[in-house]
């Protein structure tokens, strides 16, 4: 949806202004489903967030320039209630009654599945940062496109580097126990399948397999049955609720398990919340302000985590990146379709071939990014610290956990 002559300054938390003093430009209307409320509330707001800073930072440079003339961005937002069916009725709303023809992603691979249908039978060209589901990619979907690795590649690399420790836990890699506790939605259960394919290319015995309940309130029953049979390894995935939930009631518990990982912890804000109880966590991301990527828009990775802190008070988890990301890209898209055209604008992204402050961004035929790794931190004296992959890695792991 395009309007004319208006022009915007915003105030964010934390007390920065990004204000648009240029003469007054048109405007390019992103339309956006996001969980502002529910059990998704607290990685919604990160997804908002990156979606602002990126749209700001894009204006306050000058907007983007298609054929001759400049527009400025603009997301429209509704709050899908953390479910996908209230999703996909807002994005209907989106496209059919506000007219948005570009749509940015909801958080989550739920929220995600249930808008890719609408979106693609209206030719609304999709670009999303947080939903990871491999079943996203397998629908033939063709305005769908995602700046995040898939779900299945999250956790793997964690029960890699147990197997290559596993002399440190007295044992061969197939000796290796394993208790797994995962959310039943459609990205924790892909980071479950990774991880379970995982441990049977080392042989490793699952001993717990366990489902999260769906308020991600009460990990009670898992954890019980973790004392009792000992394990090596306890994985987790339920998204930032089900880390905070972890965290809490293991050192409540007082569960000792060799080796802890995890999804959302930097989502969760887990070191500010319990830094003790968090101390050697293995945790999956996506992204980390250390890594080596830049872009001409943001600067470098470390670029990035300083402005989004010094807008929002705290450093950027991954997917406030990813969301930023994608905003990015659309931005790129438009430049190189040279019109605001739909079917020409999904083109453009399908052939998105670039690098920015998130890493390396490349689609398959499927709308996948093949082009970026997953990255394994843990924490350690307070901080998050790349372990994994080896070109990345900051320091080595330690494993077990004193």
């Known amino acids: 949806m395009l309007k004319s002559g208006i022009s915007i300054g915003i105030v964010v938390s934390g007390g920065l202004v990004f204000a648009a003093s240029a003469p007054a430009r048109d405007l390019i209307t992103l339309g956006a489903a996001i969980s502002l409320t529910g059990a998704y509330t607290v990685d919604g707001e990160h997804t908002q967030r990156g979606y602002e800073l990126a749209t700001r930072k894009i204006n306050g440079m000058g907007g983007v320039k298609i054929g001759d003339k400049t527009y400025d961005l603009k997301v429209k937002y509704y709050d899908d209630e953390s479910t996908p069916t209230r999703g996909a009725e807002l994005a209907e709303r989106l496209i059919k009654q506000d007219g948005v023809q570009f749509m940015l992603g909801p958080y989550g691979s739920g929220p995600t599945k249930a808008i890719a249908p ?13 939903g990871s589901s491999r079943a996203l990619f397998t629908n033939g979907w063709h305005y769908l496109f995602a700046t995040l690795s898939t779900a299945e590649q999250y956790l793997s690399s ?3 580097l147990v197997a290559e420790n596993a002399s440190k836990l007295g044992k061969a890699p197939g000796e290796i126990r394993l208790a797994l506790a995962f ?5 924790s259960q892909d980071v479950r399948a990774g991880v379970i394919d995982a441990a049977k290319a080392h042989g490793m015995q699952i001993v717990i397999d366990e489902q999260l309940p769906p308020e991600l ?15 090596d390894v306890l ?6 609720k089900g880390a905070t939930t972890a965290i809490r009631q293991i050192a409540e518990m007082q569960v000792r398990v060799p080796v802890l990982a995890m999804t959302h912890c930097d989502a969760a804000d887990l ?19 250390t890594m080596g990527y830049k872009d001409g828009l943001f600067g470098t990775a470390s670029d990035f985590a300083k402005l989004f802190r010094e ?3 705290y450093l950027p988890p991954y997917q406030a990146a990813q969301s930023a990301a994608a905003v990015e890209v659309f931005a790129d898209a438009f430049k190189r379709a040279g019109v605001l055209d739909r079917q020409k604008v999904r083109e453009a992204l399908a052939a998105t071939d ?3 402050f998130f890493g390396h961004v490349k689609f398959d035929d499927a709308g996948r990014n093949i082009a970026k790794p997953m990255v394994l931190y843990q924490v350690l004296g307070g901080e998050f610290k790349i372990v994994a992959p080896s070109r990345f890695a900051e320091t080595q792991a330690v494993i077990p956990r004193p």
């Open 158 to 160: 964690a029960i890699d």
């Open 235 to 240: 994985v987790v995935s339920g998204h930032a």
């Open 217 to 231: 309130n009460d990990m009670t029953t898992v954890l019980v049955k973790t004392k009792a049979l000992r394990p």
């Open 183 to 187: 959310e039943n939605d459609a990205g």
């Open 354 to 356: 670039i690098d920015n």
């Open 271 to 289: 070191i500010g919340k319990a830094p003790q109880a968090a101390e050697y966590t293995l945790c999956a991301t996506q992204w980390a302000p």
């Open 118 to 130: 609408i979106t693609e039978a209206n030719k609304v060209p999709m670009v999303e940062g947080n």
């Open 311 to 313: 807008a929002y008070g």
